[in-house]
């Protein structure tokens, strides 16, 4: 069980938040006052010596667990040899690049290197454009593909955009299918699926000067709050840009590696996206990301199209590598899998005694579960969401802030190395905490 041995936050803690406060803007995500120090696997220790479970793997990022010992072993040699040499090959990238195609599905031969999610849905849309004739590009309302002006063009949300105006013209957005606020009030989770496709084709009709280029995507919508696409929908998505003859771009920069109880999430479904991101848990900590693609796509870039100072080095290559074979090894998929069942059964409990768990939604081990007032109304909570962070925070669980268009989703993404018996102390913590934010 976690350890609290100091007020929080505790004195080391609070000087190092004064710090920040002096010297850092603070347009950072507003987290709980948790100063970290050191983590290991699922444990993390603040400045204070105080001892927290973690629900958030950083920000669904360190999936093979905090500091694990072979990812360590092997980044540390790596610092021994060699940490940068912009484009001249090295083994750690030929080797992540082949590995990364050989567990990617058959279509998917070619892997390009970069460092942030960003990064990769920026790389993923020029890769598109360059190889299509057409330049526009669909994206989805609640959509979150990252902070350059590219990512924040193609995202659905005002969150990234909000003072930053204005955005790149050539984007088309449309609704996503949030069954649980259906935007056409939909009875069936089928039935919010296809009027989001029926208004898909409204959209082009209206909109498009004619020029469609690729569609891009999340497998679920992090951000927006967790939100899973009704069954069948992605398929139909995929049907339908291939009868339009564009691309299918699938951004699969936090949801890969294991964390939606598959290696990637595309392989729940019957879809053959030409472009796939990755990141966050592919490097596992270290900063690496990737487009996977068709080479149909890839190979039309001429020599000094793309490339990037710390894309594919070789200190970032070698800890995806590692983390990949520990995923592997580990069985961290199939534990993810797993784990996420014992999450979904605790959840549905919390949910049938209690009516501020409006929905609960998730695969793997990432979950979001949207609280409010009360189930008939639906109407949104952010105060008593934020309450429970707080009250976790304070009992040693350490939970992302609130995200959500609402801000009333909490978001559950421990590493996938949690055990059985972490999953039911850290839901015992959470239980305690929904429970006291109850008394206001
Ligand atoms: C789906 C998705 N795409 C892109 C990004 C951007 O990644 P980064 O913050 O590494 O630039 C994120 C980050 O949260 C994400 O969740």
């Known amino acids: 069980m976690p350890k609290i041995i100091t007020e929080l936050p505790g004195p080391n803690a609070r000087a190092y938040l004064e710090k920040s406060m002096k010297y850092e803007p603070q347009s950072m995500s507003d ?48 610092c021994d040899k060699l940490f940068n040499c912009y484009d001249f090959l090295t083994q750690p990238r030929a080797d992540l690049a082949e590995k990364l195609v050989q567990i990617a599905p058959d279509h998917l031969d070619r892997a390009f290197l970069v460092t942030t999610g960003t990064d990769a849905t920026e790389a993923a849309m020029r890769m598109a454009r360059r190889a299509h004739e057409g330049f526009e590009i669909i ?83 992090g951000g927006a709050g967790s939100i899973m696409a009704p069954k069948g929908f992605f398929e139909t998505l995929d049907k339908w840009c291939k009868e339009k003859g564009i691309y299918f771009i699938f951004d699969e920069v936090q949801s890969s590696f294991g964390r939606t109880g598959k290696m ?15 990141g966050k848990g592919l490097g596992s900590g270290v900063p690496c990301s990737a487009v996977l693609g068709t080479s149909a796509i890839t190979d039309v870039l001429p020599p ?67 609280m409010v007032k009360d189930k008939a109304s639906k109407e949104p909570d952010a105060d008593f969401t934020r309450r429970i962070v707080l009250n976790a925070f304070h009992r040693g669980l350490c939970m992302i802030a609130p995200i959500g268009l609402f801000k009333n989703v909490l978001r559950v993404a421990p590493p996938l190395i949690i055990t059985e018996e972490q999953v039911h102390e850290t839901c015992d913590i959470f239980e305690a905490a929904f429970e006291e934010a109850l008394q206001g």
């Open 31 to 78: 987290q709980v006052p948790l100063v970290w120090d050191r983590a290991e696997g699922c444990v993390i220790w603040d400045v204070d010596g105080n001892e927290f479970l973690d629900w958030s793997s950083g920000v669904l990022v360190t999936n093979v667990g905090h500091c694990h010992p072979y990812y360590v072993e092997q980044v540390k040699d790596q």
């Open 139 to 221: 994206s989805f309302h609640g959509a979150f593909h990252g902070r350059t002006y590219g990512a924040a063009s193609a995202a659905g949300s005002r969150g990234t955009k909000n003072g930053f105006g204005p955005m790149m013209t050539g984007f088309l957005h449309t609704p996503f299918p949030y069954f649980y606020r259906c935007p056409f009030g939909s009875e069936t989770e089928e039935e919010c699926g296809n009027k989001c496709i029926e208004f898909l084709d409204w959209t082009v009709e209206r909109e498009s000067c004619g020029a469609l280029c690729a569609v891009i995507t999340e497998p679920y919508q």
């Open 264 to 278: 990637f999430a595309m392989e729940h479904y019957d879809i053959k996206p030409d472009l796939v991101t990755l």
């Open 304 to 370: 000094g199209s793309m490339g990037s100072t710390n894309g594919g080095n070789p200190l970032s290559s070698r800890a995806a590598l590692a983390a990949i074979d520990i995923i592997q090894r580990e069985g961290l998929v199939e534990n993810s899998a797993r784990m996420g069942e014992l999450f979904k059964q605790r959840f549905e409990a919390i949910q049938q005694k209690h009516e501020q768990l409006g929905d609960i939604r998730g695969m793997g081990l990432v979950w979001g579960l949207e």
